[in-house]
């Protein structure tokens, strides 16, 4: 029987040290540090030969290095003859650089799945990625989880009974769709349309948010435009709350002011990304756990049982 | 016939211009930025259909970003359909982690190596590897340049009668050697010892440097802690004037300090990285450009010719 051992890169400790308490195994031991001009070093500091390894690594910011720092320490875990490397990826970058929508550009995701291939990784696990489609970027066994039941658990206990669960853009249906019909709440979508050039957005609500609890739900909050413009239109349109669920808190360049000085009441994401205390400067921001989801998921693809059951 | 395009990432642009000027051609039009997040946005801005593209880009500080950059600027260019992708390298980084000297450590030149060749370059053209044998980590050809001619030209335009061409440690004597027959110089080289642990190290010259001008020779300089050490050894033994050429002026941490506070009297590098006005804080640095060397290999491998008489 192969040993089970979970290593961490230096993206995302807390996450990854609560997987271990939920597995009851200690994170393993690596030096993860740099070079005086900025080369990652890496040194396996105990035994991997022969493991079933799991690398935990988010592309959190900066995320080039995020990236190459997962890429290194899958290179030192197949040259340290591990039997079977998986990249614990919570919270995948590059991830809407999926497809060419305009001439001569990258589809950096897929060069980002191929990286990760040739590193040496045996098989992903990740969670809510910007596209399912990203999952066939990759020739190697891709496990997709979703958020959701840890989204789901905290809004189901709130018991709002006027809810409506808002996308706040047309790319974004499906997931919005998928947890109203499981909350039992109603559905609306923010249609964004710039009538011609140099005119301002116009934003129209399809659905019924007024006098409602509306729920902006996304997959991920990066400069916040989208949400608090979401939100804006929201409050405008007569919702009587409105506030947000977003897995991945990416919340680059302005978001923090943004959420803080917008309506939106409430803003939960989750710890695929680690916050390192800007839930102090925005208290808007509520954060859950994805770890017993995520220990879950190691435990049962180390056990070689099915995950599909934690796709819920 | 296909057209020659020369494009440059973020890392170099000076050099990438220079080379452009050496061939008679303007650099190409690319957007090369960062997203709010600090995921990299590339553009190729031009048409590239069928057109033999080069790339340079050195793996400059912030060196993982360097290298992302130029991975994607390459994904970007066979997306666009490109016939063949040279990427030019003046500088090749992580080329010091190029063997496992201890246990359960990387080897992230190979994996360098492989993640360029992964984002689909046909070629490599570089310039004094830390170690000649990464030329192996490719399975696509490489032209590997000597800074030498640019280096022994300077040099020999001073005409110092009593040159000692010194190696600060037993691993450059070969590259030093080659210098110093050209030059019609001697040799001597610099071997570290330490006795034992907690004791402070030796520095034994083998060879003559005393009365003499002692030219410390190396492929880069990082730190500048070898160079320094070495420096101080030359004058102890009683060189006459000590100074330095490295190709590569990595010059991270304490090193221009450590450079403008040593005997060193001068300290000639090349533009295989940018200098960034360090020169100006560090008079001593003297900057020799590469460009011609690069533009001129580039000029023959486009027409298919030779470069062997440019590894003079
Ligand atoms: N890191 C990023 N930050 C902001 N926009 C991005 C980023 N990466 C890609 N994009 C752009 O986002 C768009 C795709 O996003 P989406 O429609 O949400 O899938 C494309 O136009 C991309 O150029
Ligand atoms: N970026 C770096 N800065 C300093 N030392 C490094 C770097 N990369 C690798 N090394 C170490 O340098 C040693 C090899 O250098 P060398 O003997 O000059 O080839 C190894 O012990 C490496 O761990």
Not at 101 to 120: E, F, M, N, Y
Not at 151 to 169: E, G, H, N
Not at 219 to 231: K, L, P, Y
Request: charged fraction near 20%.
């Amino acid at each position: 029987h192969r040993e089970l051992k979970l290593f961490s890169g230096t993206a995302n400790p807390a996450l990854a040290q609560e997987m271990g308490q939920y597995l009851g195994i200690p994170v393993g031991e690596a030096t993860v540090s740099s070079f005086s001009d900025g080369e990652i070093r890496v040194k396996i500091e105990e035994n991997v030969r022969g493991a079933d390894v799991f690398v935990v690594q988010s592309c959190c910011q900066p995320v080039n290095d995020s990236i190459m720092e997962l890429l290194i320490m899958i290179d030192a875990l197949k040259r340290s003859s591990a039997s079977r490397i998986t990249a614990v990826i919570p919270y995948f970058g590059y991830a809407r650089q999926d497809r060419k929508d305009q001439p001569r550009v990258p589809i950096s995701a897929k060069l980002v799945a191929d990286l990760i291939t040739t590193a040496g990784t045996d098989r992903v696990l990740t969670m809510d990625l910007h596209a399912g489609q990203i999952q066939g970027f990759f020739n190697i066994p891709v496990d997709h989880l979703y958020a959701a039941p840890v989204l789901l658990d905290y809004i189901t206990k709130k018991q709002i009974a006027d809810l409506v669960v808002v996308s706040p853009d047309a790319g974004g249906v499906e997931r919005a769709r998928a947890i109203a019909k499981r909350m039992q709440a109603s559905l609306a979508i923010i249609d964004k349309r710039r009538e011609g050039p140099n005119q301002a957005q116009i934003m129209n609500i399809i659905g019924d948010v007024e006098g409602r609890s509306a729920l902006l739900l996304d997959d991920m909050i990066d400069t916040a435009g989208t949400i608090v413009q979401g939100a804006q239109a929201c409050a405008e349109k007569g919702a009587r709350q409105v506030w947000t669920a977003c897995t991945h808190a990416v919340l680059s360049g302005p978001a923090l002011d943004r959420l803080q000085q917008s309506c939106l009441s409430e803003v939960v994401v989750t710890n695929t990304i680690p916050l390192k205390g800007k839930e102090l400067t925005c208290p808007k921001l509520h954060v859950l756990s994805v770890a017993p989801l995520l220990g879950e998921a190691i435990a049962r693809i180390h056990s070689e049982e099915s995950v599909s059951s934690l796709f819920a």
